[in-house]
């Protein structure tokens, strides 16, 4: 048994393996967004690689630059199609189906026990499933899709132990940002965390993908919730029932350290400018007046994410020369939030609401930001010139403070704004 | 493997945004890439790292985002061996995986750009500053595939 990454990986690699060990494994899935599937054609292309080994577990996914905002864009979106088309890659998500990680936990194209590799770091993500889920660069991707495997190896792991209630307005973005704040940047490098503890039990889904996201933020590998009745519920709506491959925790399993955080005790956080460790409760930042408001990403984007801010948003509007951008985290979302009503109340407000995908978070489209500007976020990143001017400022907060902030123009903690919030979960 | 040069130094947290923002992504010419290296730091950055074969950075360098452009623009611009107090995980697999030499030293102590550093991977050992230092050495398995020039190489390698 042992922590959930040695039984993924011992699974991965056909034999029992420990932390530390380096190994082979064959990967149940690889993906690769748009930003870079240019470069993986192009890596494959150069090795002579003509078939693939295992197009049943790839996936394509056009999410960072969807619709294209440039002619190179376009052309690459082209290309990729037809790379699918020849190679009988399983899926490939269009322009507006959403954010690959997004799609992922939705749809179920990863379970718990598997092990998915995706050509982008937020594949974290993908533990809130009880998967084993880490960023590649290119060309290991171009590997995996020449030969299904890859080198790794398996990691230590962190337990956090999540213990009480979040209070009303406060969501596990804040919970990231304190960790952020605990730990800094390098807590996790190489190694796995697992979230334990009736904290994470009383969490949906969302709100673990949300955790799990920004586990990369603390240098981890991969993240991980134990599979328990949440994660069936989430499956069994997909038609996939729990079976002897869903990892279990192992009461004998090395630990090699525990943590343990009260969310009983925690405050609505900020994080930044420039530094995602730069983390202060949100009342003891001095900020300057927001030039943009940004709602979305595969940290924060989801229904549950949408709902919290169009309660604070209903009947109110953006404060003067403030502008708001909603990016839905995929098309479900979108829809989601349409037939609920939320849509109207993001346009009455003022709000800009854009097509499904990674938006304004990676600089790339849909709401840049210009010298000077200050930006709050719920996204998970706020280097310089991460959403455009280096000149400009990143805040990253939760949904609920992104909304506040869009109302007043300045950095808010949600619970000054009526009607208090329910917890998330 | 013995790898040796001046080195261009930056400093700690220098995340894969300022390494090569993305912006810049899907060129796949690493001389291409070069024109945009570090400038996230700064439109300075790649005439400096231009001038040098080593990169010498303090903490966490590469965080975040998994753009392997992080590490293959800086070898577009004739960096041949990265020395780092320490890595994020994503860039030290780019590093190997595209058969860019990387030396995690966390005693590395405090540099100016010019300074000549000389690592030996396979045996594990770091000169610089007058001084000799213990790091990690590289397994077999990833010795072998910064031998071939990168993972692809390798595979090419043995097809």
Redesign the interface.
């Known amino acids: 048994m042992g922590t959930l990454a040695e039984q993924i990986l011992s699974r991965a690699a056909s034999r029992p393996v420990r932390a530390g060990e ?1 190994v082979e494994v064959i990967a149940d899935r690889c993906f690769v967004p748009d ?2 599937i ?2 993986v054609m ?2 494959l292309k ?3 690689i003509t078939r693939l080994a295992a197009p049943e577990r790839l996936g394509i996914f056009y999410d ?1 630059f969807a619709p294209a905002e440039t002619v ?2 376009a052309t ?1 979106h082209a290309a990729g199609r037809r790379f699918a088309t020849e190679q009988g890659i399983a899926h490939l998500f269009d322009v507006g189906d959403g954010i690959s990680h997004q799609i992922c936990v939705e749809k179920g194209l990863v379970r718990p026990g598997q092990l998915a590799f995706n ?3 937020h ?1 974290t993500t993908l533990g809130a499933a009880g998967c084993f889920g880490t ?6 991707t ?2 995996v899709w ?2 299904g495997l890859i ?1 790794l190896r398996v990691p230590t792991t962190l337990r956090v132990i999540l213990e009480g209630r979040l209070a009303p307005g406060l969501d596990a973005k804040d919970v990231c940002l304190t960790l952020l704040r605990e730990l800094g ?2 807590a996790a ?2 190694r796995a965390i697992e979230y334990h503890g009736d904290g994470v039990a009383g969490l949906g889904m969302a709100a673990r993908m949300t955790l799990c996201n920004m586990a ?2 603390l ?1 981890a ?1 991969a993240a991980m919730v134990p599979p328990d009745a949440v994660t069936e519920a989430h499956f069994a709506v997909l038609g996939i029932a729990r079976d002897e491959s869903w990892p279990r925790i192992d009461p004998d399993a090395e630990y090699e350290r525990t943590l343990r955080l009260d969310l009983g005790s925690l405050e609505p956080m900020v994080a930044g400018p420039h ?1 995602v460790n730069r983390v202060s409760p949100i009342n003891e930042v001095e900020a300057p007046r927001i030039d943009q408001a940004f709602l979305g990403t595969c940290t924060n984007g989801r229904i549950e994410d949408l709902r919290v801010a169009a309660r604070i948003l209903q009947g109110r509007r953006l404060a003067p020369g403030l502008r708001m951008i909603v990016t839905p985290a995929s098309r479900a979302v979108h829809l989601a939030a349409m037939e609920e009503g939320l849509m109207r109340i993001f346009l009455d407000a003022g709000c800009v609401v854009t097509t499904s995908g990674c938006g304004a978070c ?3 489209h849909q709401g840049l930001l210009g010298e000077g500007e200050v930006c709050i976020s719920s996204g998970s ?1 706020n ?4 959403m455009g001017s ?1 000149d400009a400022a990143i805040y990253l907060a939760s949904p609920a403070t992104v909304a506040a902030s869009a109302v007043t123009g300045r950095l808010t903690d949600p619970r000054t704004l009526a009607p208090l919030l329910e917890t998330m979960t | 493997m013995i790898l040796s040069g001046t080195a261009v130094v930056i400093g700690d947290e220098v995340n894969s945004d300022l390494l090569y923002p993305a912006r810049h992504m899907g060129i796949p010419d690493p001389a291409m890439q070069a024109t945009h290296a570090l400038t996230g730091l700064g439109p300075e950055w790649p005439g400096r790292v231009a001038t040098h074969r080593v990169l010498v950075a303090g903490w966490n360098l590469g965080g975040g985002s998994a753009r392997e452009e992080a590490v293959t623009a800086l070898q577009g611009a004739g960096v041949r061996l990265v020395v780092a107090r320490s890595f994020s995980r994503l860039f030290f697999r780019n590093c190997i995986n595209n058969g860019l030499a990387a030396v995690a030293c966390e005693a590395l102590p405090a540099l100016d750009t010019g300074a000549t550093l000389t690592a030996d991977l396979a045996e594990g050992w770091l000169d610089c500053a007058g001084a000799r230092f213990a790091v990690p050495a590289l397994p077999d398995s990833l010795l072998e595939i910064l031998r071939h020039g990168g993972l692809l190489a390798q595979l090419r390698a043995a097809a």
Do not use: F, M, N
């Not at chain 1, 960023?135 to 290991?140: K, Q, S, V």
């Open positions: 380096l930003d870079t240019a470069l192009h890596h150069r090795a002579g960072h190179a864009s690459i050509a982008d770091s594949t960023g590649l660069g290119a060309t290991e171009a590997y020449a030969t080198w940047t390098r490098v190489y990369v933020e240098g590998k530094a990676a600089g790339l990143r280097a310089p010139g991460r280096r």
